[in-house]
Structure formats: structure tokens, C-alpha cells
């Protein structure tokens, strides 16, 4: 069946093609409500449906926006980022091209040639972590950031609060009475690393804690790995041995748990846990679920998108956006041991010290 044709339109609705352009196109002219609603009528019923790339070169507007990612679109963890990025396009008429480069320069050149030809009206150019990162050549002026900052600036970008974070997670085992308080580290090194150190440290440290190098351990960022860091920490003398750990993701917190269940200490009863990123089918399915920390992906997936079409103004043109990671309060923190044994201690002093009644009151 041939495709319905702008003349076809008109023919029907007994106008001309003019009118039915300007109608179908939402341009502000004389045209009466009532003619406009019969050339709506005549197109649906037809099929009709006006040219994209027509319209596109008559207001030099697409409706397109290209996203560019090393390897999210492979990746459910970071799934969110593209949730956020694709509602925001959504709400405001546009589609998203995504293109994954599975972190291959030639790939990633020839992406964004294809884009910038196909003329899109907005690019995000997204990582899978938090990280600094030279900007591509060929990128055009308002290309947005995401999860990334370009290492010589000239971007807007939207990173997590990672040293944020970091103290927030820390806040949580001060505020419930910790003082030994350790920080499973990875090996990697990355920029997240680093950062949430420094909320580590400087919570310890508003708080009058010294800082004790024994405690911050490193490790692979997979449960075998925060399992051998952990049973490094519990190897320590008692004096010296953590009460709670700060894990610098959720699945290393997944080891802590099996070297704690390892030698029957309960998690929170003997050993406080927090973890960080919330990720999907792994904190929540915990026993007890992890206290963590979320990496905002959805939110920054929106930010993103909402910079990069206007509908959010931000200032400068090469600005970074810190977006806030929340606590996401779960049944993995208590008090310390000795807060629980205290009253134990107490409640059986208090029995022993009782003076028995006389056989004469019995």
C-alpha cells in the first residue's frame, strides 16, 4: 500500500496542501478551529503522518539526541542512567540514538561523526564509572557529561558525590557509637576511591577518632576480595579490631558477611556493615539487608538529558554537577559490642547482687 501523501490529506479535507502544512505542522496562522480539526481528521483517517526529516530541515530541529556510552548500555547496573536519560527525552518530544562503543576509540569516533551528520540536536556522552576522561575530538559545543568530567574541561558534567558519600556512610557507624571503624578499599585505585577515603577521613576526624592505618585495607572489588580484607581486619589484636566496616562497594560487603558468618559473629549484633551503590539484587537480598550507600544513575541519567535540550539551566559552560548519593537505611548498623554487652553486664550483676529472701519469707 503506497504511503498517504501531504495532496491526499488536502483532497480529503477540501483544502489546499498549504493549509494542511501549516495545520499539521502547528504553525500559528488564520486557519479556524474547526478547518484545522477536519485536515487532523483526514490525516488519521488515511494514515497520514508528516516527514520528520522535512520538518527537521524547515526549523533546523530533529528531535534527536545521541548518547554515546562506553559500556552502560551492556551493563544492568548502570541501567538507570538511561532510564533517566530516555524519560527526560520523553517528556520533552525527543528520541534518543544510543550507541554503546564497548570502550573502542574507532567505534566511538565513528559515532559521533554519524550523529553530528545525522544531525542531532543534543549529545551526552556517558562512562560506566565515575572517572576524568579526554574529550573525544569532533565532540560539538553543549555535548554533556555524564558519570565522566573531560580532563580539560569545556563540558557541563553530572558526577556522583563521592566524597560526600563516603562521609555520609562513615556519619551513619559514628552516629550509632562506632570508634574502630575500618574502610575496605579496593585495588583499583579509581577516582571514587580516593574520594570516599577523604569523607572517611574527615567524619573520623571531626568526630575526635584517630585515624589508624591498620584499618584501611584493600582488596578486589568482588565478595572473594572484601572477604580476604575483611579477615585481615578480624585477624587484628582485639584492641585493635573494627567494630564496623565501610566497604567501598556492595559486593565486598557480601565477603564481610561470609568472614563474619565464618566465625559466628552476627552482623549487627558483633559487626556493624555499610556498603555503597545499592545495587540491584544485591544489597536488599542480604541477611540482614545492607545499609548502603545509592549512586544516583537515574538522577544523573535526567540531569543530563535535561541540560542537554535547555530545559534545565545551569552556569557555566564547562561547570561540574556533584549530584548527591543518599543513605539508603536498611538493618545492617547497630551499636557497637560493648554498648550491647554493657546492659547484659548490668542485668546480671543486678541478679547476682540481689540479696535472697529468708527462708522465712519464702
Excluded at 496542501?17 to 488564520?30: K, Q
Excluded at 583499583?188 to 576526624?205: C, F, H, K, M, N
Amino acid at each position: 500500500m503506497a504511503r498517504a501523501r501531504i495532496s491526499d490529506v488536502a483532497a480529503a479535507a477540501g483544502v489546499s496542501v498549504t493549509t494542511v502544512s501549516l495545520v499539521m505542522n502547528d504553525v500559528e496562522s488564520r486557519i479556524s478551529e474547526e478547518t484545522r480539526e477536519r485536515v487532523r481528521a483526514a490525516a488519521r483517517a488515511i494514515g497520514y503522518a508528516p516527514s520528520s526529516v522535512a520538518r527537521g530541515l524547515r526549523t533546523q530541529q530533529t528531535r534527536t539526541v545521541g548518547l554515546i556510552s562506553d559500556e552502560i548500555a551492556t551493563t544492568p547496573f548502570a541501567g538507570d542512567m538511561l532510564a533517566g536519560a530516555q524519560d527526560a527525552a520523553r517528556e520533552s518530544g525527543y528520541l534518543v540514538f544510543l550507541i554503546d562503543t564497548g570502550r573502542d576509540r574507532a567505534i566511538e569516533a565513528d559515532a559521533i561523526r554519524a550523529l553530528v551528520a545525522q544531525q542531532v540536536d543534543a549529545l551526552i556522552y556517558a562512562c560506566m564509572w565515575h572517572q576524568v576522561v579526554p574529550a573525544p575530538a569532533d565532540l560539538p559545543a553543549g555535548t554533556v557529561f555524564l558519570d565522566c568530567r573531560p580532563a580539560n574541561g569545556g563540558f557541563r558534567s553530572v558526577v556522583p558525590d563521592d566524597r560526600a558519600g563516603g562521609a555520609a556512610a562513615v556519619r551513619e557507624l559514628v552516629a550509632a557509637g562506632h570508634r574502630r571503624i575500618a574502610y575496605l578499599d579496593t585495588d583499583d585505585a579509581p577516582i571514587a576511591s580516593e574520594l570516599r577515603r577523604q569523607g572517611y577521613v574527615e567524619v573520623l576526624t571531626d568526630a575526635g577518632i584517630p585515624i589508624d592505618p591498620a584499618l584501611h585495607v584493600h582488596g578486589e572489588t568482588t565478595a572473594r576480595g572484601g572477604r580476604a580484607a575483611a579477615e585481615q581486619l578480624l585477624d587484628l589484636p582485639e584492641e585493635q579490631r573494627p567494630t564496623a566496616i565501610f566497604c567501598f562497594n556492595d559486593r565486598m560487603a557480601v565477603g564481610v558477611y561470609t568472614a563474619a558468618h565464618h566465625r559466628a559473629l552476627e552482623i549487627p549484633r558483633d559487626l556493624s556493615v555499610v556498603g555503597y551503590d545499592d545495587q540491584q539484587l544485591v544489597a536488599a537480598e542480604q541477611d540482614p539487608p545492607l545499609t548502603t550507600i545509592a549512586l544516583p544513575h537515574y538522577d544523573m541519567g535526567r540531569w543530563a538529558m535535561e541540560v542537554a535540550l535547555g530545559v534545565r539551566a545551569e552556569g557555566d559552560e564547562d561547570a561540574t554537577h556533584l549530584m548527591e548519593c543518599p543513605v539508603i537505611r536498611r538493618d545492617s548498623v547497630g551499636p557497637p559490642p560493648a554498648q550491647v554487652a554493657k546492659p547484659n553486664r548490668r542485668r546480671a550483676s543486678h541478679n547476682t547482687e540481689r540479696p535472697q529472701p529468708a527462708a522465712s519469707d519464702r
